[in-house]
């Protein structure tokens, strides 16, 4: 139970379940443009794509939570933080769909930019290549970020720019997840 209950292991899981879940949506959802419609466009949108992508948004929110109380209790850096209010921006999003607007907006903020944030701060906390990776993905995520918040889409639509900030930001979660379960296996096992 302990190994299933890693922070690598619980980062893991809730990067592939939100990919996996966010595609299914976008499969089920009719006319739905990758291009066109924002990614929060699947909580309102018809069912089962509403509930579909609204329970995978809770469970990486839950998931990313849990793994950054487990951070924390290590005391290693302050990525942990990171995390944290990543996590919590998701659970925001899962529990104000995009029809509540403020309070929606804020808490995708939370959760897009904070992700993207954790991949550069990685950048300090991590040994090549993996920092130059994740400042990489960081830096494309908050670029997008702002563009999107620009109305500048590089003719990609709004849809298109918002998941260059979503999955930059998920696929460093899963690699970095990655990352550290391969760490602790190490040491854990010892060399391979």
Request: proline share 5%; net charge positive; glycine share 12%.
């Amino acid at each position: 139970m302990a190994r299933l209950m890693s922070p690598g292991n619980l980062i893991i899981v809730a990067s592939l379940q939100l990919l996996l879940l966010v595609n299914i949506a976008e499969f089920l959802y009719p006319g739905y443009s990758v291009s066109s419609n924002y990614i929060s466009d699947l909580g309102v949108g018809p069912s089962p794509s509403k509930e579909i992508f609204t329970l995978g948004v809770l469970a990486f929110g839950l998931l990313i939570l849990l793994a950054a109380a487990l951070l924390y209790e290590r005391k290693g850096s302050y990525l942990w933080l990171f995390f944290a209010i990543s996590g919590v921006g998701a659970l925001g999003v899962a529990v104000f769909n995009e029809d509540t607007g403020a309070p929606h907006a804020l808490f995708a903020v939370m959760a897009f930019a904070f992700g993207c944030l954790a991949a550069v701060y990685a950048f300090r906390i991590t040994k090549p290549m993996f920092s130059y990776i994740s400042l990489a993905l960081g830096l494309i995520g908050l670029a997008a970020f702002v563009l999107l918040g620009m109305g500048v889409y590089l003719g990609l639509g709004p849809g298109g720019m918002e998941r260059m900030i979503f999955y930059p930001g998920v696929l460093w979660a899963l690699a970095y997840g990655v990352r550290i379960q391969a760490l602790e296996d190490k040491r854990r096992t010892g060399p391979t």
